[in-house]
Structure formats: structure tokens, C-alpha cells
């Protein structure tokens, strides 16, 4: 059955530029099992996915393959990074919005041995827009109401915390394809007829992708708008969930048409990854209050920053980089208990 920890992707699953069988044949059991395991009953599913399956695997390894290097996210490199100024406030700012994530805080809590001397993750942010009225210096003349562009970066999130750059782009492959198993299912539920025989099968089917979104399964903790994403997901009462799905899917039996109906979907779905999911550069000059400025700008106050934007053809968008965090510039987490006894007296 399904496991949200999935052990897909690892540095021993690509050789050659080609994924590796071992991880075709695990990306296909997590297909079936997200979507429909009953497909098990076509003896043959497996050559029949495993062209859409290799298309969609090859694609996510490339787009997070080209991903810059992790950069710092120390607050000696925001002195020097103008990326970092312009996402964050200021270095504390930085320091507390990181360290206050509920998955860096999980772990941290969780790590058996030492902490590493820096934690690995996917940053990611909202990007927007503004345009605005403002003052513009021009030789020794202030010119007033002056179209202006202002950018803002918000909704920060830290997305698979791991000890290693290489853990962190592995965490992201697996999040990326499970984005694309979800969209299977999406297209899967949205296609169900509503005749009575096949509305308990519909309900299931809803059921089941639910609970992979309140799993935070794929890309929603990186993608989802503010307030959308679950912050402390049960995987245990979800994986029941789910399961208890996938036997009551069983039991129902299905009819070979919406057999090779799911095959279609999963296909079709998988077999377009390069259109439902990508990244691309983006290149902007922005002064230090956030204003946009042209390439050509003389203000030498001007930074040029080089960003990766992530998008879904659904129309998710958010800028995201790898980083690596200092594990000793992580706040002191409160001492709840301390805090307790004082106030007690």
C-alpha cells in the first residue's frame, strides 16, 4: 500500500542520464497505488505506464538537476546577497522566519544523532507586483508622482529539511512527481460519471485525494496560497485513510472500461509532465526599497537578482532556491516549563 515516505529518488536511481529500472518500477507501484491499485489486474499495466512513468521521471529530475547550488542563508551572507535583502526584512528577520517552521522545527525534534552544522531545505515565496505613484531623483531635480513598480516577496516556507544539498534535491523529486500523481487523480475524480453505480466509486475516489492534500503530499506546502497548506499533517491517520480506500475500491470491483479509462488518465497526465510542471529564470533590478528598476538604470544602489520561478500550468507560481541554514543561528526555542514554574512562582 501507499507510504508518504517514499523511498523514491536516491543518488543510485539514475545512471547514464536514464532513471534507473528499480526506480521505474517504484515510480509505477506509487502511481497505481495513489491512483487506483486495482490496475494491478491488467497483466501487462506495467509496459503500459512505463513510457508516461520514464517521460514524467526524467522531466522532474531535470527541472530540480538544473537548480542552482544551495546558497547561504547566514546572516553574514545577507550583508552580501541582495537576494536575501530583498526576500527578508532584515537578518534576524530571516533567522526567526526559517527557524520558525513548523518542518524545521519537526527535524530538528526528530534528529537522532547531532545536529548537522547546517540544514538543508527548499526555500520558496509569493512574488508580486504593485505599481505605484513615487518620487525619482533625476540629476539634482525630484520628480513627483512617478510610475513605480514595487516588488514584494511573502509567504516564506522551508520545504524538506534534510542534513545534505543532495537529500534536499531528492525530498523535491519526490515532491515534484507525487504533484503529478495528484494531478492524475484530480483528472480521475473530475471525469467520474454521477450514474448511481458509479457515485459510492466517485466519493472513494474524492476521499482519497483529500486526504493526499491534507498530507502535504506533493508540491502544496511550496505552491498552496497562505493558509492553505495543513502545518502538522497525521501521515499515520492519513495512510489509514487512504488504505481503507483503496479496499473498499477493491471490494466494489470495477468494470474493465474505467480500467483502461485510468490508464488513459495516468498516461495522458504523466506523458505531458514537461507542460504541467517547470521552472524557468527570472531577472529583475530592484533598488532598496523594492523598486524595479531597468537593466540600464544608473542608480548604483541597483542589484541584479538572478531568481528560479517554479509553475504549474493549474497556475500555482512561487520563486524558490535551495539554501542551507546555520543550525547555530536558530532561535532558542522557549522553555515552556521554566516559563510555567516562574509564573507559578
Wanted: charged content about 30%; aromatic content about 6%.
Amino acid at each position: 500500500m501507499l507510504h508518504f515516505i517514499s523511498s523514491l529518488f536516491s543518488s543510485a536511481d539514475q545512471a547514464a542520464g536514464k532513471p534507473d529500472k528499480n526506480l521505474i518500477a517504484k515510480a509505477t507501484d506509487r502511481v497505481v497505488d495513489a491512483t487506483d491499485s486495482r490496475l494491478r489486474g491488467f497483466g501487462n499495466y506495467r509496459k503500459r505506464l512505463c513510457p508516461a512513468i520514464e517521460h514524467a521521471v526524467i522531466h522532474i529530475q531535470s527541472i530540480v538537476g538544473i537548480l542552482p547550488e544551495a546558497i547561504e542563508l547566514s546572516s553574514n551572507s545577507y550583508k552580501h546577497d541582495p537576494r536575501l535583502r530583498a526576500f527578508f526584512v532584515s537578518a534576524s528577520h530571516m533567522q526567526e522566519v526559517i527557524g520558525d517552521f513548523t518542518a524545521v522545527k519537526d527535524y530538528v525534534r526528530k534528529l537522532q544523532a547531532p545536529l548537522p552544522d547546517e540544514i538543508f531545505g527548499t526555500l520558496s515565496m509569493d512574488y508580486s507586483e504593485k505599481n505605484v505613484l513615487g518620487m525619482e531623483l533625476g540629476g539634482d531635480i525630484v520628480r513627483r508622482d512617478v510610475q513605480q513598480v514595487v516588488v514584494n516577496f511573502s509567504d516564506h516556507r522551508y520545504l524538506g529539511p534534510s542534513g545534505s544539498e543532495e537529500q534536499s534535491r531528492h525530498e523535491l523529486e519526490k515532491r515534484g512527481f507525487d504533484f503529478l500523481i495528484e494531478k492524475v487523480l484530480e483528472r480521475i475524480v473530475a471525469v467520474r460519471s454521477t450514474r448511481s453505480e458509479l457515485e459510492q466509486q466517485h466519493r472513494l475516489l474524492q476521499r482519497k485525494l483529500d486526504a493526499m492534500r491534507a498530507g502535504n503530499w506533493g508540491l502544496e506546502p511550496m505552491l498552496a496560497e497562505a493558509g492553505q497548506v495543513n502545518s502538522n499533517p497525521d501521515y499515520a491517520s492519513l495512510e489509514k485513510e487512504i488504505n481503507e480506500v483503496d479496499s473498499e475500491l477493491l471490494r466494489l470491483g470495477s468494470r474493465p472500461a474505467d480500467l483502461e479509462n485510468n490508464i488513459e488518465h495516468i498516461n495522458n497526465i504523466l506523458g505531458r509532465a514537461s507542460d504541467l510542471l517547470s521552472i524557468h529564470e527570472i531577472h529583475m533590478y530592484l533598488d532598496p526599497m523594492m523598486i524595479k528598476k531597468s537593466e540600464s538604470s544608473s542608480d548604483e544602489r541597483t542589484s541584479h537578482l538572478q531568481l528560479t520561478e517554479a509553475s504549474a500550468k493549474s497556475g500555482e507560481r512561487r520563486i524558490i532556491l535551495l539554501g542551507r541554514f546555520p543550525t547555530q543561528e536558530l532561535p532558542e526555542q522557549p522553555d515552556f516549563l521554566s516559563e510555567a514554574r516562574r509564573y507559578l512562582g
